[in-house]
């Protein structure tokens, strides 16, 4: 009988010490998600630093769980956000209610959204999850 | 018959009248042709090719929006070739079109991308760089133009020219380097400038108040009525998320406005959303008006008013829904209890009221609208139409322009409308009764030497005019009527001047021209002081009348005017009154007295959007809903009730005039019960024998008149 508490133990050390582990020490230590992961949304910028998005609200209009609201402006001489005329004076992303279907990126027509693979957005109230366009906006 | 012409389009056979145009035999079989530059209610141009046709006979194709029918024409639009040329047109339209569609405000509702999506090419060949122009260019404060998005349809232009009659938008160049512009220096200024917006099939002309506001899709649409006018031109209210309004569109409605609406009302949207807008009632305490509880402020308000007694009043106002005015007059007698309601604080005439009254009732002011596209003659008598009712403008303009109508145009200063006057009779201001008198005197042969400030001849030749009519359309303005110093004389006169046409065989439709949205429906509904619900001189019998129908009894005396409420104020007559919607101290004519008489007043309660200057004067403040926020009914000018509808929440703690004054009745421990606005309206129809009959429903979108019996 000792026998067996001994073999059964063996197997326990053996796991412990010899395999490879599974678990993945987050957030030290972050797993590599697959090149198309869809996570939390990115607003992004030309090189000269203007935002690509030109608020048209096609996002808003493609998006099945209603999610986005944006509210756009003109752009004037001496506040230009973007080139052209028109540029979003509001933009927010509701993160619950997001399903990342992805198709914000779809119908966006200057590959301003994107979704990129930023796991690490959830908070401790609702209303933190309404992001707005300067926590979305790539630096 | 003659008249008629038999043809086939697509193989199927129609009859239309002689001189129909294809595209709209077309129509008429549900075959639909693309379209830009044709208009339905604009002379046809064919400047944008896109509706061409295959008619038989004819060695080229044709288009469709220019060619009438013949008789046994045969009419082809379902053939590869049309397709292809529908196809052709469209990808040579878009050589130049920017396609920018996710930034114009077109985008969603926009013919040319539907078109495209149809008919056209799914992809451009055009490899070389497209025409440029600077972009946006502001014509007016209004009206933005981007001509790159520009396809030349001329909608705008013969807009300006054919209708409105105000060419400032023009065609410059020719050919490839042809554009839309303005004269430089000159800003487009036209009433309707707006509604080239709405024409324009592309994003070209835009408005500023509405640019970047909201995508098409984003938008509901709730049927309304304009509240700025006695003309009542149906509109389109456009909100987003039920909170913003964003544009009123124009609604066709062919008895009221034919489809157009001026820029003052078309651009008006922006008051409703303004950040200023009252949000909580106000209660004056040690002299400045704090924010206090909806409880607070009524009990404060109907405290007030009832400290007064007798000594209160009340005013009703031209642009609250008959609801809100009926409600107001019925608590202003059967609560606080006083017959000192008007609908408006200016000087009256005496007798001037009765006389507007007499004419409503007797059936004198019977005409309508639609009455000025079917006579020869028309007579303006007292009002500038282009600045005071602008739509009713473009349906005088059409008439004399297309028709061949004469008009005389009685005004005291040289209004826009005189231009198109046969006859323009500047006559002096306070004169109106003399001027009315000469002119039907003129009219049986006695012309006097001098009438109303003009002279025998200009009044023989008017009256030379008016013997030739043989269908006169005679527009009265209210104010030659109600605020003139001889109200009761200029009606006799004019009735006097209608008899003798009349007898001579004409046939004369009189209108009565109000300025307000409401003013007719606040009438109707018993904003008189002498008078109850339905113009019911107040007497034994009609306040017994009307104390069986609302199961309470109304004050038996007549009361103050408005006027005299001021006058009154002044030495003590009048303690305390209720202002619902109005902002007299600033708007009227005589706003400085009315300031100064306000002042004196023990108790003010004043019922608004914003802080007026009325407001400022206040004791209790009580912040009411635009119409955009409520539902109700408007009667326009020609005393057609039309329905309102809510089109966004109320703002903030903001509550529509028929809840603030249920609740005051409320506080008041009155009982007035009514579960929706419906309810009351059906009570207004059972009070006004004038809406007998109509409800909610049978209103319908366009309205009804109310019928007057001669």
Redesign the interface.
């Known amino acids: 009988m000792i026998a067996e508490l001994f073999k059964g133990l063996a197997v326990t050390m053996k796991h412990i010490v010899a395999r490879k582990r599974v678990t993945v020490e987050y957030p030290e230590v972050r797993r590599k998600l697959p090149p198309r992961a869809r996570w939390r949304h990115v607003l992004l910028r030309h090189e000269d630093g203007l935002e690509r998005c030109?608020?048209?609200?096609?996002c808003?209009?493609a998006c099945p769980a209603h999610c986005i609201l944006v509210i756009?402006?003109?752009n004037r001489e001496g506040a230009r956000y973007s080139p052209?005329?028109?540029y979003a004076q509001v933009y927010e992303i509701n993160e619950l209610r997001c399903i990342f279907c992805g198709y914000c990126q779809d119908a966006c027509?200057?590959e301003a959204i994107i979704l990129r693979d930023i796991i690490d957005f959830s908070d401790y109230s609702r209303t933190a999850e309404i992001y707005t366009k300067d926590m979305l906006l790539a630096p | 018959m003659a008249d008629e012409v038999n043809l086939t389009i697509d193989g199927r056979q129609i009859t239309v009248p002689k001189g129909t145009l294809v595209i709209e035999a077309a129509k008429k079989l549900g075959i639909e042709i693309p379209i830009f530059c044709y208009h339905p209610k604009m002379e046809p141009v064919g400047a944008c090719r896109q509706c061409l046709v295959e008619i038989e006979g004819f060695p080229k194709p044709q288009v469709s929006c220019s060619t009438r029918v013949a008789d046994g024409m045969v009419v082809r639009t379902n053939t590869p070739e049309v397709k292809q040329m529908w196809e052709i047109v469209l990808e040579f339209l878009l050589i130049n079109h920017p396609l920018?569609c996710?930034?114009c405000d077109r985008?969603g509702e926009c013919p040319l991308q539907d078109n495209t999506f149809r008919y056209g090419p799914p992809d451009s060949r055009f490899e070389h760089e497209k025409r440029h122009f600077e972009?946006?260019v502001a014509l007016s404060s209004l009206v933005v133009l981007d001509r790159e998005r520009c396809i030349l349809c001329f909608r705008c232009v013969r807009f300006q020219r054919e209708i409105a009659d105000q060419p400032d938008i023009q065609v410059f160049n020719r050919g490839y380097g042809d554009y839309i512009g303005i004269f430089p220096g000159r800003p487009f200024d036209s009433n309707f400038s707006g509604n080239t917006i709405e024409l324009c099939p592309v994003g070209a002309l835009l408005s500023s108040v509405f640019?970047?506001?909201?995508?098409p899709?984003?938008m509901t649409s709730t049927e309304s009525i304009c509240p700025n006018c006695g003309v009542g031109c149906n509109i389109r209210v456009n909100a987003r998320n039920f909170r913003r309004v964003v544009r009123y569109l124009s609604r066709d409605n062919p008895e009221v406005d034919g489809g157009w609406l001026c820029d003052r009302g078309r651009f008006d949207s922006t008051f409703i959303n303004d950040p200023e807008r009252l949000t909580k009632p106000l209660v004056r305490r040690n002299g400045e008006l704090r924010e206090a509880t909806w409880e607070e402020a009524l009990e404060a308000a109907v405290d007030g008013m009832k400290a007064a007694g007798l000594r209160a009043a009340g005013i009703g106002s031209a642009n609250r829904t008959n609801e809100q005015n009926y409600l107001f007059q019925k608590f202003m007698r059967l609560v606080i209890g006083t017959n000192n309601i008007d609908y408006t604080m200016e000087p009256m005439a005496p007798g001037g009221t009765d006389a507007l009254v007499a004419g409503l009732t007797s059936g004198f002011f019977s005409g309508s609208i639609r009455d000025v596209a079917s006579s020869d003659v028309i007579v303006s008598f007292g009002s500038d139409i282009s600045q005071e009712l602008p739509v009713l403008d473009l349906w005088i303009k059409k008439a004399v322009r297309k028709n061949g109508s004469k008009l005389i145009f009685a005004y005291p200063l040289r209004a826009e409308l005189a231009k198109y006057a046969s006859s323009f009779l500047p006559y002096s201001y306070g004169k109106e009764a003399g001027f009315a008198a000469g002119l039907a005197a003129a009219f049986v042969g006695k012309a006097p030497e001098q009438a109303g400030g003009l002279s025998g001849d200009e009044i023989e030749s008017a009256a030379k005019i008016l013997s030739e009519a043989k269908i006169v359309a005679l527009l009265v303005s209210r104010s030659v009527i109600e605020s003139a110093p001889d109200g009761m004389e200029t009606y006799r006169a004019l009735e006097s001047l209608v008899g003798t046409l009349e007898a001579r065989g004409a046939r004369v439709q009189v209108m009565l021209l109000v300025d307000g949205a409401n003013t007719q429906g606040g009438m109707d509904v018993g904003l008189l002081p002498g008078y109850y619900p339905g113009y019911r001189k107040i007497d034994e019998s009609s306040c017994s009348e009307i104390a069986e129908l609302w199961g309470a009894e109304p004050p038996p005396e007549p009361g103050l005017t408005g006027w005299d409420v001021v006058r009154e104020a002044r030495n003590g007559g009048v303690l305390a009154l209720w202002v619902m919607g109005q902002d007299p101290a600033r708007d009227l004519v005589r706003a400085k007295e009315i300031a100064e008489a306000l002042g004196k007043l023990d108790f003010l309660v004043v019922q608004d959007y914003f802080l007026t200057e009325t407001a400022r004067m206040a004791n209790v403040v009580l912040p009411s809903c635009t119409f955009a926020e409520t539902k109700g009914t408007f009667t326009n000018t020609e005393r057609r009730v039309q329905r309102i509808n809510q089109a966004i929440y109320p703002m903030s703690d903001s509550d529509s005039d028929t809840d603030i004054i249920l609740k005051a009745a409320f506080t008041a421990g009155a009982q007035f019960e009514y579960g929706r606005i419906e309810s009351i309206f059906e009570e207004i129809a059972r009070v006004v024998p004038q809406y007998g009959g109509l409800t909610f429903d049978s209103i319908g979108p366009f309205g009804r008149q109310w019928e007057v019996r001669r």
């Not at chain 1, 030109?54 to 096609?58: A, E, T």
């Not at chain 2, 640019?211 to 995508?215: D, N």
Request: hydrophobic content about 35%; glycine content about 14%; overall charge positive.
């Open positions: 030109i608020g048209c609200s096609l808003a209009g756009a402006a003109e052209g005329e028109r027509p200057v | 920018d996710p930034v985008g972009k946006p640019r970047f506001r909201a995508r899709w984003e």
